[in-house]
């Protein structure tokens, strides 16, 4: 392991140089340099979490809590083996909605945690902004897991990490990232940070599953599939929640997986060489073909979650070495 | 009591428009005389006088939208916190919903705040009744038999009445007994899951909308109803510039129509929300900065009748938590003059037009005397300096509440002294109840 930040002058600047924040709450706000500094620093755990001895000693001490208020196997599990990778201690806890029903509010759980003294904190939640208010209540850092319909950012980070290793740059790719983009917190994040990276963004997706003044977010809207996936390079899919299939917002799975599931005739009008990406978990059949999500020339969906872990321990490593540093900054 | 002379002061009356330097006298907790033309110095009695320093001084501020928790939610306000709270920001009449536990839909709740109200004795207290029973939007309350004892008007509070059958028959029924309906115009379908305005703010923040559209398909429902019935029909809190143009079409109509907005309408836009600032959860929801602006255009040209603070109480417990959980509402009674003086400053109304929407506009529709300075009405007045400078602080609000979108803001405006029936409620020179802050650089 090389020591990865040097602590700098007293004013923290986004010079690439180092992540200058406390947490890790959106993408929204971050700068091209802050971005490329997490990206370089998961390359290099790429290759560690490749070998046969993949433990690292830089959380050596430190304690990580996954706070989950809503269920996750894979981003749960994605921070868990990140952190115990740097060697840190990790645990998880996941807190149904029904014990936060029964009275005890989620400051009373921050403060909570925050007395048992962790060094990061994990959360994911179902309302837009619960994670940010839990960071202003807590002394350690921060990390948003997702929150609501806002921010998951280090699923837009790994996304970056996935396109750039395959493309080599962000700049400049046509992106179209489809389906439910109004309740999607991946969405937003990937739009905020492939603005910031100079891609183009794209949305495609029925009017009932775009949020109103999207396009105000500097991303192109289109209706269908033909003219959304028109020469792109990478086609980002999004997974419909079972709940909003079925009348509200769409008539059926059959006609959704009609105009907006992602098979190999709607794909041909993206480059010859276009890349195809999913959050997961996948609904087959309902936003994707299973003979497009396993084409492995195309499919970057298992790369994807390869890149996760390397991007958490990138993040947690950042996080944690500046919070000994007075530059660090509340995002 | 020995009669007062309020002198020296630049007298507000919207309702014969006088605005000129002069003096008032109360005697016997009424208003004795009052204009230009009281000569001080030919007063032979044996008189209090209260040198106004050349301060306005108007009729007290009639507020007729105000959230009281007593009964039922006391640590949140009482009957005794919320007059206090209200005379501290010069408001000498208001109008409470029934949205209580037990809600006041019956007329032994009424007479009880009533009651209440009347043990405290800082202002004048009218209790809205509920429209329809349990404020579940399907029967009617006994109408007549709570207007007979004392019920302002009829509305389901926070509440909009959707059912357009049971609004007609409200409307057509209230009508005989010469109340209005006070509609939360909003239709609920539309904002059953957004908790701000729809449009790139929310998206932004990820937080489900309620398009702007919602205040003004109320509205346009009612209207349609109005026409049908005749009934007296009020909307609460407009926000929107189509719910606003709507009520000028109608009032242009003949229709007997009027509306209210609050502060946060005309002094905030959605902006406020970023961050997640549940003190600016409100509702309806914050608006677009067009939207704000139509709202000042409507003030200043009298489509709103009225402003009213949309006083709502609510605890930490409501307030810190993640934004879409958080309940709606702000209190607002210490802070109605202060931010509503902004209008003066930044040269949308004048200063009588202003005092008039939150004086006699008001009263007129509520039915009720007071708002005035005529001889002969009670003395109930507020003297405020209008250009004061001043800094929000929510920490000194007597209101046993916080949550105020306009903590920690600057405003100009401060109320120097409340009187209530000839009796002084609020004096800011004996107020030490607080810190002195201002003074302090006075």
Not at chain 1, 140 to 162: F, K, M, R
Not at chain 2, 258 to 273: G, K, M, R
């Amino acid at each position: 392991m090389t020591s990865a930040i040097a602590p700098g002058p007293a004013t923290a600047s986004s010079d690439g140089s180092r992540y200058p924040y406390r947490h890790l709450l959106g993408i929204e706000g971050l700068t091209r340099p802050d971005i490329n500094f997490l990206l370089d620093r998961a390359d290099g755990f790429v290759e560690q979490n490749r070998q046969v001895d993949k433990k690292a000693s830089t959380l050596r001490g430190r304690t990580l809590i996954n706070l989950f208020f809503e269920n996750s196997t894979r981003t749960r599990t994605s921070f868990e083996l990140a952190g115990k990778r740097l060697g840190g201690d990790v645990i998880n806890m996941s807190v149904s909605t029904s014990s936060i029903k029964k009275g005890e509010t989620l400051i009373d759980t921050a403060m909570t945690l925050n007395a048992m003294h962790p060094d990061a904190l994990v959360v994911r939640h179902a309302e837009s902004g619960a994670v940010q208010l839990l960071a202003e209540k807590v002394n350690c850092s921060v990390i948003n897991a997702g929150d609501g319909s806002h921010e998951h950012p280090t699923q837009a980070l790994l996304d970056a990490l996935t396109i750039r290793r395959r493309k080599g740059h962000l700049e400049g790719l046509e992106v179209a990232i489809c389906g439910d983009v109004s309740h999607s917190r991946v969405a937003r994040s990937n739009i905020h940070l492939l603005s910031i990276m100079g891609a183009r963004v794209r949305v495609v997706a029925p009017p009932t599953l775009l949020p109103s003044g999207i396009e105000r977010m500097g991303v192109a809207v289109h209706h269908d599939m033909a003219s959304g996936l028109a020469g792109c390079d990478i086609v980002m899919m999004l997974r419909l929640q079972t709940e909003r299939m079925k009348g509200s917002y769409v008539p059926s799975i059959r006609e959704y997986f009609r105009y907006y599931g992602l098979d190999e005739e709607k794909l041909q009008v993206a480059k010859p060489d276009a890349l195809i990406m999913h959050p997961g978990p996948m609904n087959r059949g309902v936003e994707i073909d299973s003979l497009v999500a396993d084409d492995i020339s195309r499919s970057l969906i298992r790369e994807q979650v390869e890149m996760g872990v390397a991007v958490r321990m990138a993040v947690l490593e950042a996080l944690v070495t500046n919070q000994t540093e007075p530059w660090a900054k509340n995002q | 009591m020995r009669p007062t002379l309020y002198k020296n002061a630049r007298l507000l009356d919207p309702g014969t428009r006088l605005d000129a330097k002069g003096a008032l006298l109360v005697r016997d907790g009424r208003i004795a005389e009052v204009g230009p033309a009281v000569f001080v110095d030919a007063i032979q009695e044996d008189v209090e006088v209260v040198d106004c320093g050349g301060r306005c001084l108007a009729p007290g501020l009639v507020d007729m939208r105000v959230q009281t928790r007593e009964p039922g939610e006391e640590h949140m306000e009482t009957l005794a916190s919320l007059q206090h709270s209200a005379v501290a920001g010069g408001v000498t009449t208001v109008a409470t919903l029934p949205n209580t536990n037990p809600i006041i839909d019956d007329v032994s709740l009424v007479e009880f705040v009533e009651r209440l109200a009347q043990e405290v004795g800082l202002l004048n207290l009218h209790p809205y009744a509920a429209a329809t029973k349990r404020l579940k939007g399907e029967e009617m309350t006994e109408i007549g038999m709570l207007a007979a004892s004392g019920a302002v008007g009829f509305t389901d509070g926070t509440k909009a009445i959707a059912d357009p059958v049971v609004m007609r028959r409200l409307l057509s029924y209230a009508s005989m007994f010469g109340k209005p309906v006070i509609q939360h115009p909003e239709e609920p379908a539309l904002a059953r899951e957004g908790c701000a305005t729809e449009g790139e703010t929310a998206t932004r923040l990820g937080l489900p909308g309620i398009p702007a559209c919602a205040e003004v398909m109320m509205i346009e429902r009612d209207l349609s109803l109005v026409r049908l019935t005749g009934g007296r029909y009020h909307a609460a809190h407009v926000s929107t510039a189509a719910a606003i143009e709507a009520i000028r079409r109608a009032k242009a109509e003949g229709l007997p129509v009027t509306c209210d907005t609050a502060p946060p309408y005309f002094a905030l836009n959605e902006l406020a929300v970023v961050g997640y600032r549940t003190f600016a959860r409100l509702s309806p929801p914050l608006r677009a900065e067009s939207d704000r602006r139509a709202v000042v255009a409507g003030l200043a040209d009298g489509t709103i009748d009225a402003i009213a603070s949309d006083h709502n109480p609510e605890d930490q417990d409501s307030k810190r938590v993640p934004f879409a959980q958080a309940v709606p509402g702000a209190v607002g009674l210490e802070t109605l003059l202060p931010i509503s003086l902004a209008l003066v400053h930044e040269g949308a109304m004048q200063l009588l037009d202003l005092i008039e929407r939150l004086t006699v506009g008001p009263a007129r529709i509520l039915g009720l005397e007071g708002g005035t300075l005529a001889a002969g009405a009670w003395a109930d007045l507020v003297v405020f300096e209008p250009d004061r400078a001043v800094r929000i602080d929510a920490a000194r609000f007597r209101s046993k509440s916080k949550n105020s979108p306009f903590d920690g803001k600057p405003a100009q405006g401060r109320v120097w002294r409340t009187v209530y029936r000839g009796r002084t409620v609020f004096d800011l020179d004996a107020d030490d109840s607080r810190p002195r802050r201002e003074h302090a650089h006075a």
